[in-house]
């Protein structure tokens, strides 16, 4: 079960991360951090973001509004980025941060904000940048 769980996870990191930004995690990986990634994998890929149970849209946003509430800031561009895949639009997303700032606080809500506005830049400079 652990291996269909994990290449399941495997497809869905994929799907909503990026071939691009799972490959260079994939080489970055070490022996330290084998048995960590494995779990992340299965667990966070292979059992709750593979789950039919809500969209990947609410999924998004549901991850994005956990990160800024417990203060996991460093995880939310990547998360960012993967909207362009699961369908949370901006408009989502800052809905999600007003939840945050009335249950968790207005800090993490306005930080959290901060990295969405600069990661939409950089997606949108990309774009441009593919395009020319």
Not at 5 to 27: I, K, P, S
Not at 31 to 37: G, L, W
Not at 96 to 122: C, D, M, S, W
């Amino acid at each position: 079960m652990s291996n269909d769980r994990y290449n399941q996870g495997m497809v869905t990191r994929r799907a909503v991360l990026g071939d691009a930004h799972v490959d260079r995690a994939e080489a970055a990986k070490t022996e330290m951090d084998q048995a960590f990634q494995t779990l992340i994998t299965e667990g966070a890929w292979g059992t709750v973001w593979s789950s039919d149970a809500i969209a990947p849209r609410e999924r998004s946003m549901l991850t994005l509004a956990l990160l800024a509430a417990l203060g996991n800031f460093d995880e939310i561009p990547m998360h960012i980025r993967a909207t362009a895949r699961t369908g949370a639009s901006k408009s989502d997303v800052l809905e999600a941060f007003q939840h945050v700032a009335i249950y968790a606080g207005v800090p993490r809500a306005n930080h959290a904000l901060k990295l969405a506005k600069q990661t939409y830049e950089e997606m949108e400079a990309d774009a441009a940048a593919a395009k020319a």
